[in-house]
């Protein structure tokens, strides 16, 4: 019995363990979320030209921070940053093209998000059931997707923007709840960096998703 106890014990990973890497995770994203704020603050008068520049930056810190982030737990962090300023200046033309339709429609797409990551997040967290297969179904299916709306840049197909957006929540529910269920599981610290910067992922795309759905019909 005590050997039973034991073992089980030794299979789950420490609680303190794992509210530690939480917090850790979460207050990264709250730092980058912000400076992708003044990112897209400093970048509202960008032209999309710079915007993709800032992008491939973007693209290029977060591939630098996978290899940052066993060697240098600091490198890693200011990578984290580096990356969602970078992010910030990139969707800054996309934000204030938005905005300029509708600028209630941001504090709207903000509110949902956060409502939508909470209540995903919490399912995912909550949840006993390996998620790892439905992560590899959203890949495939986020694949797919991007491929569809590059096609469809070439054939206008009436309401195929809102049925892009409401795909892509679906799929990004999905990443939620297994990059939450990751932060329940996982309890190496220096994996926060990197849990951090899926989670905002999760975030900025769920954002940006709302803010097609509630300026569809000022398009």
């Known amino acids: ?28 994203v709250a730092v ?7 990112g897209t603050w400093l970048g509202r008068d960008l032209t999309g030209g710079v915007g993709i520049v800032a992008f491939i930056a973007a693209f290029a810190v977060l591939i630098g921070m996978r290899f940052a982030a066993r060697r240098s737990a600091e490198l890693a962090v200011g990578l984290l940053a580096a990356f969602g300023l970078l992010i910030g200046l990139a969707v800054a033309p996309t934000v204030a093209y938005y905005g300029s339709m509708d ?36 890949f495939w299916a986020l694949v ?8 469809a840049i070439f054939d206008h197909i009436p309401g195929a923007d809102l049925a892009y957006s409401i795909l892509g929540m679906v799929i990004f529910a999905g990443f939620t709840m297994f990059d939450f269920q990751r932060l329940r599981t996982n309890t190496d610290i220096t994996d926060a960096p990197l849990l951090a910067a899926s989670l905002f992922l999760d975030v900025l795309n769920v954002f940006l998703f709302f803010l097609q759905i509630f300026t569809s019909e000022e398009r």
Request: proline share 3%.
């Open 32 to 38: 980058t979320s912000a400076l992708f704020a003044g």
């Open 1 to 28: 019995m005590t050997d039973t106890l034991s073992d089980q014990q030794a299979g789950t990973p420490a609680q303190g363990q794992v509210h530690a890497l939480f917090a850790r995770t979460m207050g990264y």
């Open 144 to 151: 797919a997707l991007i491929v569809a709306g590059i096609a």
């Open 103 to 138: 600028p209630r429609a941001l504090w709207e797409a903000g509110g949902a998000t956060a409502l939508f990551i909470a209540g995903f997040g919490a399912a995912g967290y909550a949840t006993r059931r390996d998620l790892t297969a439905v992560a590899r179904v959203c």
